[in-house]
């Protein structure tokens, strides 16, 4: 499944990308001419071919992944976004359309995907949003003869897409501090959209329930919410990465369920807007979607009820 690389791990590994030469990083306020630019700096470092470039209302797509491919990236990322928009737009939450277009680099194998990234080939790694520079990279995956090939690319891309309009569209501030568990379980709540068709936004994820019911046939216990919200690296260490995916995404469908639990996530995000650390995480919390441990309680009868179906 897909997993993308935190903020900090981000930060971090730009560090060590400037000081190789590297483009430096941008900010979400630049102009689309501009991360263009900073794509084509960083396609020509790691060594790679022209890329063609693709428009569409919402979004310019731009890499050497065959035109086909490009054209139907760009076709799913502007139906999620009307979606997703919609979606958000009726439940009184932030849903403003982006006020430029969104860059999406699409790339014809997972190698030139790595590559770009200035990453070793690693088989999980099928997408990415860069927060700082504010693109998005995917890689066509159906080259590893895996059934599920197709699959993966929608999720990849339907996952980082909704990172990317996310921050766009007023939902999260990109210079804040946004625990992990909140955007990435807004991301993997947008990813269960099928290639082939308007998946509503907000159905259920059968992959992340799947998580969930194997945990509890084999007698796991969740993952704290105190936990989760608070302790990022949870998203990255292999023994918890996929609960605390699969709990951040049953989080974000239970909010969503209920007019009043709309309400209490709208006020949680306009609350995490303003803070610039990790220091109040569980505060904010406990203030605008209650107490840790009642909310515990809640996920636990949600997801068993969801189980039962």
């Excluded at 396609?43 to 992944?65: C, N």
């Excluded at 998946?199 to 919410?225: C, D, F, H, K, Y």
């Amino acid at each position: 499944m897909p997993d993308r690389i935190s903020r900090r791990m981000w930060l971090g590994r730009s560090l060590a990308v400037a000081a190789a030469g590297w483009p430096t990083v941008i900010t979400q306020s630049d102009s689309e001419s501009d991360i263009l630019n900073a794509v084509d700096q960083r396609r020509r470092a790691a060594g790679l071919g022209p890329f063609q470039q693709f428009e569409s209302p919402l979004y310019i797509g731009t890499g050497d992944a065959p035109r086909s491919f490009q054209e139907t990236a760009l076709r799913l990322c502007e139906d999620l976004a009307e979606d997703w928009l919609g979606h958000f737009g009726r439940r009184g939450l932030p849903a403003a359309r982006p006020m430029r277009r969104l860059v999406v680099v699409i790339l014809a194998d997972p190698k030139r995907l790595a590559a770009f990234l200035s990453l070793e080939p690693d088989p999980e790694l099928r997408g990415l949003y860069d927060l700082e520079a504010d693109w998005l990279a995917i890689c066509d995956n159906r080259g590893d003869g895996s059934p599920r090939a197709e699959r993966a690319n929608s999720i990849a891309l339907h996952h980082e897409a909704t990172h990317q309009l996310c921050f766009h569209c007023g939902l999260l501030e990109p210079r804040a501090d946004v625990p992990l568990a909140i955007s990435e379980g807004l991301a993997v709540y947008g990813e269960v959209r099928r290639p082939g068709g308007r998946t509503p936004v907000g159905a259920l994820n059968a992959e992340r329930l799947a998580v969930l019911n194997t945990a509890a046939r084999s007698g796991q216990t969740l993952i704290p919410m105190r936990r989760l919200v608070v302790e990022d690296r949870l998203f990255a260490d292999p023994e918890t990465r996929q609960l605390a995916y699969a709990q951040a995404w049953l989080l974000i469908h239970w909010l969503m369920q209920q007019r009043p639990r709309q309400a209490r996530l709208a006020t949680y995000l306009d609350t995490l807007r303003h803070r610039q650390d990790a220091s109040q995480r569980l505060e904010d919390l406990t203030a605008h979607l209650g107490d840790a441990e009642l909310l515990d309680a809640d996920l636990k009868r949600y997801a068993n009820r969801l189980l039962r179906r």
